[in-house]
């Protein structure tokens, strides 16, 4: 399968726009796409681990107690059991790549 990320990215000054790109057994690829000031309320993802690749923009994450500040080329990843939430702080649209892979023993 091939997808080209750049031709689905898309933004609304209605909220957050997000599009599963792909799927498997293991993973699922989201593509998250926020206005400025735009955010996602909190969420887990209990049996995943999360990798959130920049791909626009900059983004911030605050998975459980931390916070960690993304600009375009920039990858986090944390234990999608902790709460998070992606916000654009920024004065720019931002795009990101959000990853979750299933954890080895689930």
Same mark, same amino acid.
């Given at each position: 399968?091939?997808?080209?990320?750049?031709?689905?990215?898309?933004?609304?000054?209605? !909220?957050? $726009? =997000?599009?599963?790109? &792909?799927?498997?057994? /293991?993973?699922? +690829? =989201?593509?998250? *796409?926020? /206005?400025? @000031?735009?955010?996602?309320?909190? +969420?887990?993802? /209990?049996?995943? %681990?999360? +990798? $959130?690749? *920049?791909?626009?923009?900059?983004?911030?994450? =605050?998975? !459980? %107690? @931390? %916070? &960690?500040?993304?600009?375009? @080329?920039?990858? &986090? +990843?944390?234990?999608?059991?902790?709460? &998070? !939430?992606?916000?654009?702080?920024? =004065?720019?649209?931002?795009?990101?790549?959000?990853?979750?892979? /299933?954890?080895?023993?689930?």
């Amino acid at each position: 399968m091939h997808t080209s990320i750049a031709s689905l990215i898309e933004f609304s000054d209605e !909220g957050p $726009v =997000t599009k599963k790109v &792909a799927e498997t057994d /293991r993973a699922i +690829f =989201t593509l998250v *796409c926020l /206005r400025p @000031g735009q955010a996602m309320p909190a +969420f887990t993802h /209990r049996h995943r %681990e999360a +990798f $959130v690749y *920049c791909l626009q923009g900059g983004v911030r994450i =605050t998975p !459980g %107690e @931390g %916070e &960690a500040e993304l600009v375009e @080329g920039d990858l &986090a +990843f944390y234990d999608g059991s902790q709460e &998070a !939430g992606p916000s654009n702080p920024g =004065t720019t649209d931002a795009a990101m790549l959000v990853t979750l892979v /299933r954890k080895k023993d689930d």
